[in-house]
């Protein structure tokens, strides 16, 4: 599978606009898994695309998953696995030594990594700090925003800056218009490459 003749950014901001029941169709129709949560379909689907790979139904790529279970040795080239990566209190004193005392673990966190995890890609824990530090001072500064998923609450926030005095009802059909939009470029996608 390549997405290579398509816009492979946009196919993914535009998955965001699916309702959960339109993803788990297009995961059945794929033959991937359809269980989990609304990131977890939308990366399960693009990893594939990519790819060719099926995510296995823990939800992970195989590179991701730890295949041993015992506890790991904090260091930073380490690479932070799923089934060996704890949020315990060993791990947060380990990063309070690479990022500073203010260090807590974050929604963020978590999200980047099990990002990384459903790339295949998993980090180290030297990465990680990288990262957390990077987007602590950056929330800091400007705040946070609303999780890519959150297609609605995004496009409300953005509708309203730009029409202040608008209508619920102006609102949702902005809404309707835009998650039509996407949602037909996505079947266009599909139907193009797969004839559904």
């Excluded at 003749?5 to 946009?10: S, V």
């Excluded at 195989?62 to 696995?81: E, F």
């Excluded at 800091?140 to 926030?157: D, R």
Aim: glycine share 6%; aromatic share 16%.
């Amino acid at each position: 599978m390549s997405l290579s003749n398509i816009d492979h950014y946009q196919l993914h901001a535009s998955l965001h606009y699916l309702h959960v029941s339109e993803l788990k169709t297009c995961c059945e129709n794929l033959n991937l898994s359809a269980k989990g949560k609304k990131i977890y379909f939308i990366n399960r689907i693009m990893h594939f695309l990519k790819t060719g790979e099926k995510i296995n139904l823990s939800g992970y790529p195989a590179i991701s998953v730890s295949k041993k279970r015992n506890n790991v040795v904090l260091s930073p080239d380490t690479l932070m696995l799923k089934g060996t990566y704890k949020n315990d209190l060993k791990t947060r004193l380990f990063f309070k030594e690479l990022i500073g005392q203010h260090f807590h673990f974050t929604a963020f966190g978590i999200d980047w990594l099990e990002s990384r995890w459903m790339e295949g890609n998993p980090p180290t824990y030297q990465d990680f700090a990288d990262m957390w530090s990077k987007e602590y001072k950056f929330r800091k500064t400007y705040g946070s925003a609303p999780k890519a998923e959150w297609a609605y609450i995004n496009f409300v926030k953005m509708y309203l800056n730009d029409n202040p005095n608008a209508s619920r009802n102006e609102i949702l059909s902005s809404w309707e218009f835009e998650r039509t939009k996407n949602k037909e470029l996505v079947d266009k996608f599909f139907k193009g490459t797969y004839g559904y």
